[in-house]
């Protein structure tokens, strides 16, 4: 049997690696983030039982996660359960808001303006940041505050200043980039999925 060359024996055992340091990021939460994440449940149920809405943002990766699961929301998550549209939207979408106000009022405040625009009182904001350090998304849950609506920040590392901006922190427990938005989007598939079996199934 051939052995491998050096340079794909190194690649393997990065694969090997990341792939054990995911699953190992995902047991953290498991076992640090259980009782956040079924509160975050709890507001979502609530906000939508009392016909509230859902806005999400966030930036690069995070505005993926945020378009990704409002449109779960939207449209569905589990293809076995038949229900209606649920009010999310992702403030990261539109193009024309998003370089209008990047241009006239400045980038750091396109998603308060939005909030500011289309929030609500009870409403529900969902801002992804994997550092806590994002100043759009910052700005953002400054003006849900006042707006009266509910704040959850799906975060990372130590949680940077958005930890004191929400009502609900979830901090994934990593300070890898990657590794927190992996956890970002399997966070928001449990709360989402349990959100729809519960109202829905």
């Known amino acids: 049997m051939a052995h491998l060359p050096l340079t794909l024996l190194y690649r393997e055992k990065f694969i090997t690696d990341s792939l054990r340091e995911s699953s190992a990021t995902k047991q953290r939460i498991a076992e640090q983030c259980a009782s956040q994440i079924s509160k975050a449940i709890d507001l979502l149920i609530r906000a939508l039982n009392d016909k509230k809405k859902i806005l999400l943002c966030g930036n690069g990766g995070s505005a993926a996660d945020a378009q990704h699961l409002a449109t779960e929301f939207v449209i569905r998550l589990n293809p076995k359960i038949t229900r209606p549209g649920i009010p999310a939207i992702a403030l990261t979408t539109d193009t ?22 289309l929030g609500a009182a009870g409403d529900v904001l969902i801002g992804i940041s994997t550092s806590g350090k994002s100043e759009s998304v910052n700005r953002a849950f400054r003006t849900a505050r006042g707006k009266g609506m509910v704040t959850i920040g799906f975060l990372g590392k130590d949680g940077g200043p958005a930890k004191d901006l929400v009502d609900l922190a979830i901090i994934v427990p990593s300070d890898d980039t990657q590794r927190i938005q992996e956890g970002h989007i399997t966070i928001g598939h449990v709360i989402f999925q349990q959100v729809e079996q519960e109202m829905f199934g």
């Open 96 to 117: 024309s808001a998003l370089t209008a106000g990047a241009n006239d009022i400045g980038y750091d405040n396109v998603f308060a303006r939005a909030v500011e625009a």
